[in-house]
């Protein structure tokens, strides 16, 4: 037993060696608005997984959240409890919900994707940087008839 804890820390440290320092990430400071910051990446600990995004599509409650300044939590943190930037929350006037309506939809969904029975570059009608996220989202928010499904690629390739 001693052995395998060794093991996985060393796993987990070999992991965050060969991972960068910082990574971009998309941030509403407020509603309608989105800026691109320059953070830590997280280091991986053990029994834990750091997944590359390579692909984010914007869905409707985005929107709804982007607009009005909501937050949507979706789903469950592995922890019981995370810090929370309450001034910043306060300031902005942001609500916070709760989500948890994705549960054993992924299967499904996989399925449908990889079964070639779809076009699925077809429901792809925009494309976008991470660096241009607050295009991203206004071009969803306000072609909702032209834009199908907007996507955005944190690694900018796309």
């Not at 052995?3 to 991972?19: C, D, F």
């Not at 320092?21 to 991986?44: D, F, H, R, S, Y």
């Not at 929350?89 to 989500?99: L, M, T, W």
Request: aromatic share 6%; glycine share 6%; hydrophobic share 40%.
């Amino acid at each position: 037993m001693k052995e395998q804890k060794y093991l996985k820390e060393e796993i987990a440290h070999m992991a965050n060696s060969n991972l960068p320092a910082t990574m971009k990430a998309a941030i509403m400071t407020k509603p309608l608005e989105i800026i691109i910051e320059e953070l830590p990446v997280p280091q991986v600990g053990i029994d834990e997984v750091l997944v590359k995004v390579m692909a984010v599509g914007i869905c409707g409650s985005d929107i709804h959240y982007y607009e009005h300044g909501k937050l949507a939590i979706v789903g469950l943190p592995a922890q019981e409890e995370i810090p929370l930037n309450v001034p910043s929350i306060a300031d902005n006037e942001f609500d916070i919900y709760g989500v948890f309506r994705y549960a054993n939809t992924y299967p499904s969904g996989i399925a449908i994707l990889t079964s070639g029975l779809a076009d699925i570059q077809s429901l792809i009608t925009d494309r976008y940087p991470l660096s241009q996220t607050q295009e991203a989202m206004e071009r969803a928010r306000t072609n909702k008839s032209g834009s199908l499904k907007v996507i955005i690629y944190p690694n900018e390739q796309f």
